[in-house]
């Protein structure tokens, strides 16, 4: 059973950064593909970030490129998205997704994934 476990969610102002981590247990993360989604109160959950199990293919929402960035270490079980320049509209509970999958593209819905975290709250004060 996969079990994820995200941390580094907080309370930021405008303009600042947070890093947030997810840490994987179970399967061989080496074949996931991971993606971030968030949630914001009273809407869908979106997509954010994913990265391809080789850490050669990265996907982003629209909303988010240019200012937040998705790795992963294979050898820690670990990725991670590294929020800059956050805005208020980025405040919602940040997901952790992960499908373990041989295909070469990352996926970008929630349907696609089957394991998730219980995810970690960022609220961005204007």
């Known amino acids: 059973q996969v079990q994820l476990v995200e941390s580094g969610g907080g309370l930021v102002q405008a303009g600042g950064s947070l890093r947030l981590s997810c840490a994987a247990s179970g399967g061989t993360f080496s074949r996931f593909i991971m993606g971030w989604f968030r949630q914001a109160p009273g809407k869908e959950r979106e997509f954010v970030a994913g990265?391809?199990?080789?850490?050669?293919?990265?996907a982003y929402g629209d909303s988010v490129k240019g200012r937040f960035t998705i790795s992963r270490d294979n050898v820690k079980n670990s990725v991670y998205l590294q929020m800059n320049s956050l805005k208020p509209e980025d405040t919602a509970v940040y997901y952790c997704a992960a499908e373990p999958s041989f295909q070469t593209w990352v996926m970008r819905t929630t349907r696609e994934y089957d394991y998730w975290g219980q995810g970690t709250q960022v609220t961005v004060s204007s």
């Open positions: 990265i391809h199990w080789s850490g050669g293919s990265t």
